[in-house]
């Protein structure tokens, strides 16, 4: 549950206050939308970079018998 509130919740935030952060600094719209691109893509790459570095703990053993389906 961790990972899916970095990979979805963190964009998200990320996005809002670039914008305010864009709207304050500029005072425009086109401003407030780069910096929400810039935080939504920022959050991404960090999100990415997390992820890769972090070890999974859950992870799932399938066998490969489970794939394989009879007719």
């Given at each position: 549950?961790?990972?899916?509130?970095?990979v979805?919740?963190?964009?998200?935030?990320?996005?809002?206050?670039?914008?305010?952060?864009?709207?304050?600094?500029?005072?425009?719209?086109?401003?407030?939308?780069q910096?929400?691109?810039?935080?939504?893509?920022?959050?991404?790459?960090?999100?990415?970079?997390?992820?890769?570095?972090?070890?999974?703990?859950?992870?799932?053993?399938?066998?490969?018998?489970?794939?394989?389906?009879?007719?």
């Amino acid at each position: 549950m961790n990972t899916a509130l970095l990979v979805y919740l963190s964009p998200a935030i990320a996005m809002v206050l670039g914008a305010a952060l864009g709207s304050f600094v500029a005072g425009s719209d086109a401003a407030a939308a780069q910096g929400a691109i810039a935080g939504f893509m920022s959050a991404l790459v960090i999100a990415r970079f997390v992820i890769s570095i972090v070890p999974l703990s859950h992870q799932i053993n399938v066998s490969q018998q489970e794939f394989h389906h009879e007719r």
